[in-house]
């Protein structure tokens, strides 16, 4: 199972995400460095903890606020593969993250008009280059669309994987930065929906039990960020569970 980092940037600084509360997000300190220097943040997870893939929320272009972060070709070095979620409704919105260096550009439910646009993304672009991110509150999902808000957060993701979406993101912004941990039936509901999606856990994970657990349920990575930066979870614990679960 892959331990995939998160940088969540803001006005050009790494934030330290805490439970889906953006106003009050402040730079990141840790073990692995300062939000301050973000690019540097992104070097520590390499060489520091061996992670060669990174998941990137670019949260003033998926507010609205501003445009692509400058810094994402940067961050697109060739020893890291770049996931971004940068408020994609587009496939042209999606193709001018691809462009700033993404290798992936997530979908996110979240600032997604209608679930029709991740067939007309992945169409466009190819499977292998999109992920579709099942955007949640406390276990609901988050969706413009009232009708997609009501759905069960299962039936969200086996649409997405029907659409052409291989891969599944299932991201609970209320659990993230928190000590409550993965919403681990809420995921065995998910899994048991889409078994042949690569499905990737994100929000709550506190140290290596969570990783495993998350592996025993078939999940192929896990977003994390507060338990890299306490130092929780480190390169001892990452090789722990990296030849443990999904290989999908």
């Not at 803001?10 to 509360?21: D, I, K």
């Not at 048991?192 to 994970?205: E, F, M, S, W």
């Amino acid at each position: 199972m892959d331990v995939v980092p998160v940088l969540d940037l803001q006005a050009g600084r790494a934030v330290h995400a805490r439970r889906g509360e953006r106003a009050s997000y402040a730079p990141v300190a840790g073990v692995l460095g300062s939000g301050d220097d973000a690019l540097a943040l992104a070097r520590a997870f390499r060489d520091r903890l061996g992670l060669r893939r990174l998941y990137v929320a670019d949260l003033d272009a998926l507010t609205g606020a501003a445009g692509l972060s400058p810094l994402l070709p940067a961050l697109a070095e060739p020893s890291a593969e770049l996931w971004v979620d940068a408020g994609v409704r587009t496939a042209w919105a999606a193709e001018a993250v691809l462009g700033a260096g993404a290798a992936r550009a997530v979908v996110a439910l979240e600032t997604l008009p209608a679930l029709e646009r991740v067939r007309e993304i992945v169409e466009r672009l190819g499977a292998a280059r999109v992920a579709f991110s099942l955007d949640l509150r406390g276990g609901h999902p988050l969706a413009a669309d009232p009708a997609v808000a009501a759905l069960d957060p299962a039936t969200i993701a086996a649409e997405a994987v029907g659409a052409g979406a291989d891969t599944i993101l299932v991201i609970d912004i209320a659990r993230a930065g928190s000590d409550a941990g993965p919403d681990l039936p809420l995921l065995q509901g998910v899994r048991a929906a889409v078994p042949d999606a690569r499905l990737i856990a994100g929000g709550g994970v506190r140290d290596v039990a969570d990783l495993e657990a998350l592996a025993d349920l078939g999940c192929a990575g896990a977003l994390v960020a507060t338990a890299l930066h306490e130092g929780c979870v480190g390169r001892a614990e990452i090789e722990r569970v990296r030849t443990t679960g999904s290989g999908r």
